[in-house]
């Protein structure tokens, strides 16, 4: 599974109306939740992340989506370190 | 804090989000007490990455990205979890001095006399070639520019090497014989206008993140841009990219002359360029001869896709369009590392990556570069500018050239002719002349017992009883201690201030923040108290603290193509960096080399853009050289070849990153890494014990089995002192650069 975080940035206000769509999406957790920007980092298929950003888009209040980090380990979770 | 592996990984991208926002690492808590930020620069890889160090009470407490440095901010989670390594319990705070086989507590006048008395009479009884310094890109530059002042000028001694010497000795060698002068071209600001990304024996992702991570938004945020990784492991980097090229290990010297031959058959190159501004050479009977285009492309023309798809193993389409997308992009910029340094044909390999660029004129416009990645902190600035090699001198010196000599010693205050005149032992012939030729050495904040290649070879020299080794180092465990006769407590990272110079040719004041602990002192005022105990004049070495070291190199390197005069250390205090040249008080720095109007170089009249002024004709050298194999090749007894590395958890041989309690939990681990196919031919799983075994020992080690490999090949990190990878590894080396092949060597694993 690949590992990316994203900086959400957010029209005033809207934060809260976003977190909830968020929480609803598979393998993402909200690290920090500021006034105009969200933190996601989205834990998901190297194939489905680029779906996954495109989803991100579309959720209410968001302006602008900014990959932060990517790591595509996906030998991990076959490697048993996980 | 118990964390695994996975967790790490996601803290480290929420910990790069946080600090986009400017919010600090996130598994700092949110407020440290932080009462004042201290300007820094980070302590681990060669990327640099400027940082802020948070202090109260005499304790580091935080590190967050430096906005103002050339990293934006941006930092991994090793450096912003530093705090753990400055505290560490196991740090050294007083000196200590073998007795009875144990290290004992002992005074400074202790450590320091007997350690000055056993050089002494070494020198006295076998001369002065009877003792040696093995330094780091660890170093602070002044603490590195000093001992080579101490050891060459002061002691007439030129066994002064290093661990770039394991590292990035062929990309010096690279550069040199390529440009006329080591460092690269451009500056990291090319990451930000490349077109094609040609990453080669780079795992850029793992070992230098905060680059990686940029040049992923560089392809995120541009659908033309195109990432060729040449590897033969599918590394997290290789994951970015539109094109893998799984190579053969060892064949890339076949891969980038058949690039090369494609390109010009493909009428891709640019004569404009070429014709005007390159030179052709080979070798022959040992010495370089003049070459013309067409002699290249006659030499050139065995090197056809289909031949090279049998020697790298790629097939030949992936080569054409890998050429392709070389020659045709708006603007391509190389990468590489220890997978094109650490081989017996590393100079060469750097010198076809260059030539590559030399023949499509890909070099001196913004994201056209062949850029040296490096791996440790203060290789560039420290060790390969200060001329810390056996073999140079200060500012692309090198002790061979008698002119070059007597320039250093009308600089350093010495008779003519004082300097010895050859070369002096580098990194593996030092340690293996250790107890026998070399007496006495001298080790500074480096762990040469674990990261030497075939490293029993070495460590039964360490415990020669008649070699005497004096080590100064910042913590108590590691693996060179054990066969240390005294050890020096060191200040360590921002206990002291100083420089540090980066792969991009930045010079960066890593200010002190904080007290070393105990009786622990910068390095600088050891070298100087041991020096003048040794018999060095004290007039040679008059420096109190690392700011009047600098300002000497400074003046130094104002004689030279370095030239960095204008980095007075209240303008390093007041900015964050500045590339060299950087003559004068009021000059920007220098982005771009060799080129008019760029380079201070390279006269405001010349008549061409572009002067490569270290060759004497003005032109950079394209090379023909052929592929030639590595020095172990797998066989029937060994059919795998064996490749070591490293994780990005861990830094190097793990003194550092095993002190943080998260890194520890996450990965404390070595492995060794299988493709599926092998492992199931030889009814290996996923976390059996495996005895990995080479020509030179064998280690048993939990198996990660999996895709990342190609067949045929294993790979394991060499971060843990546990399980010394380097037992394994081969010391054959470059005959260029001498650095050794620590990449390549043939291997065979079974189940334990």
Not at chain 1, 59 to 77: F, Q, R, S
Not at chain 2, 291 to 317: H, N, S
Not at chain 2, 601 to 610: F, G, I, L, R
Not at chain 2, 704 to 717: A, D, H, K, N, S
């Amino acid at each position: 599974m690949a590992i990316a975080s994203f900086v959400l940035q957010m029209e005033p206000g809207r934060g809260a109306e976003a977190a909830a769509a968020l929480s609803r999406v598979p393998g993402l957790t909200l690290e920090f939740s500021g006034e105009q920007n969200l933190v996601a980092v989205v834990e998901r298929a190297s194939a489905e992340l680029p779906q996954v950003e495109s989803g991100l888009k579309e959720v209410p209040g968001v302006l602008c989506v900014i990959t932060a980090y990517l790591n595509i380990e996906d030998e991990l979770e076959a490697a048993g370190s996980c | 804090m118990n964390i695994n592996r996975r967790q790490f990984i996601k803290y480290s991208a929420a910990a790069f989000a946080m600090l986009l926002l400017d919010k600090g690492p996130a598994l700092a808590a949110p407020d440290q007490g932080v009462e004042r930020w201290v300007k820094g620069v980070c302590r681990y890889c060669g990327t640099g990455c400027g940082v802020m160090v948070g202090v109260r009470d005499n304790k580091v407490v935080m590190v967050k990205g430096d906005p103002n440095n050339h990293n934006r901010g941006m930092l991994c989670l090793k450096g912003a979890l530093l705090p753990s390594v400055v505290h560490a319990p196991d740090r050294l705070t007083q000196p200590l001095i073998r007795k009875e086989g144990k290290l004992t507590p002992a005074s400074w006048d202790e450590a320091l006399d007997l350690t000055a008395a056993k050089f002494k009479e070494a020198m006295a009884q076998f001369g002065a070639q009877s003792v040696g310094f093995y330094g780091s890109g660890q170093n602070l530059t002044e603490e590195s520019y000093l001992a080579n002042k101490i050891f060459k000028g002061g002691l007439k001694c030129n066994n002064v090497d290093g661990n770039p010497r394991l590292c990035m000795a062929s990309a010096v060698g690279g550069y040199v014989t390529t440009f006329g002068k080591d460092e690269p071209f451009g500056s990291y600001e090319d990451l930000d206008a490349a077109t094609c990304f040609f990453i080669i024996g780079s795992n850029t992702s793992e070992c230098h993140p905060v680059l990686f991570r940029r040049i992923a938004a560089r392809k995120q945020n541009d659908k033309n841009v195109r990432v060729i990784v040449v590897d033969p492991r599918v590394t997290n980097t290789a994951r970015i990219a539109d094109m893998h090229l799984a190579i053969r290990p060892g064949t890339d010297l076949a891969l980038l002359n058949a690039m090369a031959h494609i390109i010009l058959n493909e009428e891709l190159d640019e004569p404009r360029f070429h014709s005007k501004y390159a030179a052709f050479k080979a070798v022959e009977d040992g010495k370089p001869v003049d070459k013309t285009f067409e002699d290249y492309r006659a030499f050139l023309a065995e090197y056809t896709p289909e031949k090279a798809a049998e020697i790298t193993g790629i097939p030949a389409a992936a080569i054409v369009k890998a050429a392709q997308l070389f020659a045709s992009s708006s603007a391509t910029m190389s990468l590489w590392c220890m997978g094109l340094n650490q081989r017996v044909r590393g100079v060469w390999a750097n010198n076809l990556v260059h030539n590559l660029h030399l023949l499509t004129g890909k070099l001196g416009r913004p994201g056209s570069t062949s850029f040296s990645l490096t791996g440790q902190p203060n290789a560039c600035g420290g060790v390969r500018d200060t001329g810390s090699l056996a073999h140079l001198l200060p500012a692309g010196r090198v002790v061979a050239n008698k002119d070059h000599r007597n320039q250093m010693e009308a600089l350093w205050g010495l008779p003519p002719d004082s300097l010895h005149p050859d070369p002096g032992l580098f990194a593996t012939a030092l340690f293996g002349a250790l107890g026998e030729k070399v007496k006495a050495l001298l080790v500074l904040c480096t762990n040469p017992a674990q990261s030497l290649p075939n490293v029993k070879k070495y460590t039964q020299n360490l415990r020669h009883p008649g070699k005497f080794m004096a080590v100064i180092e910042a913590f108590g465990d590691a693996e060179t201690l054990k066969y240390a006769d005294v050890v020096f407590p060191a200040a360590f990272w921002c206990e002291r201030e100083g420089v540090y110079g980066c792969s991009e040719r930045r010079y960066s004041l890593l200010e002190k923040a904080i007290d070393p602990p105990g009786q622990a002192r910068p390095s600088v005022n050891i070298l100087v108290d041991l020096a003048t105990r040794m018999g060095v004049d004290p007039k040679f070495v008059p420096f109190k603290n690392s700011a009047e070291v600098w300002d000497e190199w400074r003046t130094v390197s104002a004689s030279s193509a370095y030239n960095f005069k204008g980095m007075t250390r209240e303008r390093l205090r007041k900015t964050s960096g500045l590339l060299w040249p950087c003559p004068t008080e009021d000059h920007p720095g220098t982005k771009i080399r060799y080129v008019r109007g760029e380079d201070p170089n390279v006269p405001a009249d010349h008549p061409d853009k572009y002067f490569f002024y270290g060759n004497p004709n003005g032109r950079a050298t394209i090379w023909l050289r052929p592929h030639k194999p590595a020095a172990e090749e797998p066989d029937a007894e060994y059919p795998l070849v064996m490749t070591t590395g490293r994780v990005i958890d861990q830094w190097h041989t793990g003194t550092m990153t095993n002190k943080v309690p998260e890194i520890r939990a996450a990965f404390p681990n070595a492995y060794v890494e299988i493709n599926v196919e092998d492992a199931k031919r030889l009814n290996i799983n996923n976390g059996d014990s495996v005895l990995v075994e080479t020509r030179r020992g064998k280690l048993t080690l939990p198996a990660r089995v999996g895709e990342v490999c190609r067949p045929g090949l294993i790979f394991t990190p060499f971060f843990d002192a546990k399980k010394l990878v380097n037992e394994l590894t081969v010391d054959a080396i470059d005959d260029i650069s001498k650095q050794p092949e620590f990449k390549i060597c043939a291997a065979r694993i079974a189940r334990a």
